[in-house]
């Protein structure tokens, strides 16, 4: 079954808490992404994985970073999360260029 | 820069119509282009893609897009739209280190 899941689906956190998303997939893929998506502006690149130990910065990296240590884990972290990291987070992974790319349900995340 | 443009926020039509979202990009290089779509409450999912050869590619639900290099669009289309084809649409474009930059997105409603 290829799948990718995104834990929690919901979460609420104070401003300055350290924030963990978590995200795996079970399609082996070796390229993984995270992406927030807000109103009116679509989807947006936080960080590209291309397999484990090997990241590289997207549009918005400022205030995220990331791990990957198995193919097919990959987090997003925010340290001291602030509110306008409010946002739906979404996860996702495919199995390398010009390939479709499969989207976890997403995480809703919201800062106070 | 690379960009994707998705000129309508909204599309409201009536059931039975046909449907053409419009998408346009900037790219230097041959673009690799995506459709996604994403339902209410849900995740995106892969519609179809543009790598190379036949300017116009089908994909699931019955959609198709054409690919014009002319005025750097890829317009997806529909013909007869149904209620359930009422969802939000992304339009998408690879880059060649596989980030992939989407659209802001097109809000599609069918009328019964």
């Known amino acids: 079954d290829m799948k990718v899941t995104q834990m929690p689906r919901y979460l609420i956190k104070r401003m300055g808490e350290n924030v963990l998303l978590e995200c795996g997939q079970d399609m082996s893929h070796e390229t993984m992404y995270w992406y927030r998506q807000d109103p009116g502006l679509g989807l947006q690149l936080i960080y590209i994985?291309?397999?484990?130990?090997?990241?590289s910065e997207g549009d918005i990296p400022k205030g995220y970073r990331v791990s990957r240590k198995k193919r097919e884990h990959f987090s997003l972290i925010l340290d001291s999360a602030k509110t306008n990291q409010t946002s739906v987070y979404f996860c996702a992974s495919s199995s390398g260029q010009n390939t479709e790319v499969f989207f976890g349900k997403g995480t809703r995340l919201t800062v106070v | 820069a690379q960009s994707v443009d998705q000129p309508d926020a909204h599309v409201t039509l009536s059931e039975g119509a046909s449907l053409e979202l419009r998408c346009s990009y900037s790219?230097?290089?041959?673009?690799?282009l995506f459709w996604y779509v994403q339902y209410p409450g849900q995740s995106l999912q892969f519609l179809l893609k543009?790598?190379?050869?036949?300017?116009v590619v089908k994909g699931t639900k019955g959609f198709e897009a054409e690919f014009r290099k002319s005025n750097s669009s890829f317009n997806l289309k529909k013909s007869p739209a149904h209620w359930s084809d009422s969802a939000k649409y992304f339009c998408a474009l690879e880059l060649g280190n596989e980030k992939i930059t989407f659209g802001a997105g097109t809000k599609l409603t069918i009328k019964p």
């Open positions: 994985s291309y397999d484990v130990d090997s990241n």
């Open positions: 790219y230097s290089a041959a673009p690799y």
């Open positions: 543009y790598i190379t050869g036949d300017t």
